[in-house]
């Protein structure tokens, strides 16, 4: 069994849980790549690493992971943007001015899209996210 994928069910949330908190961090920090250019590549990279662990949680937990990750990579993401670090904030929101449109609304787009996709990947079938062979449909 790969080490991504412990044996005991503790462990298993554990490993969802860091996972969580580490996409919630590292998505926080990229959400804005690109944003004062109006090229929100640091949005799709973002959600493409919220996925990517999503799907890993789901596949190592089932629904529950994917609630553990939500609720880790959310903590995390959603406590960043309420505090203020230094001299500024790493998730502005609520401003208006004359920016790009992605400067004003990438920080709503990352709070509430990583909530929503991850949401999605609740609902999609079982079947995906199992490591079982297929037999091809017979």
């Known amino acids: ?3 991504a994928r412990p044996s005991g069910g503790l462990a298993r949330v ?3 849980l860091l996972a969580g908190a580490a996409v919630g961090l590292v998505g926080t920090f990229a959400h ?11 949005l799709i990279l973002a959600f493409a690493i919220v996925g990517l662990s ?6 190592r937990c089932g629904a529950s992971g994917v609630a553990w990750h939500l609720i ?3 903590l995390v993401a959603w406590t960043i943007a ?4 230094g001299n500024g904030t790493l998730t502005p929101i609520g401003f208006t001015g004359d920016l790009p449109y992605f400067s004003q609304h990438a920080g709503y ?3 509430y899209g ?3 996709w991850q949401i999605a990947f609740l609902l999609m079938p079982a079947r995906w996210f199992g490591d079982a062979p297929t037999d091809g449909g017979r």
């Open 1 to 3: 069994m790969p080490a």
């Open 14 to 16: 554990l490993v969802t």
């Open 32 to 42: 804005r790549m690109g944003a004062s250019m109006n090229i929100p590549y640091g």
């Open 54 to 59: 999503t799907w890993s949680a789901r596949a």
């Open 72 to 74: 880790a990579c959310s």
């Open 82 to 85: 309420a505090r203020s670090f």
């Open 109 to 111: 787009i990352w709070l």
């Open 114 to 116: 990583q909530i929503l």
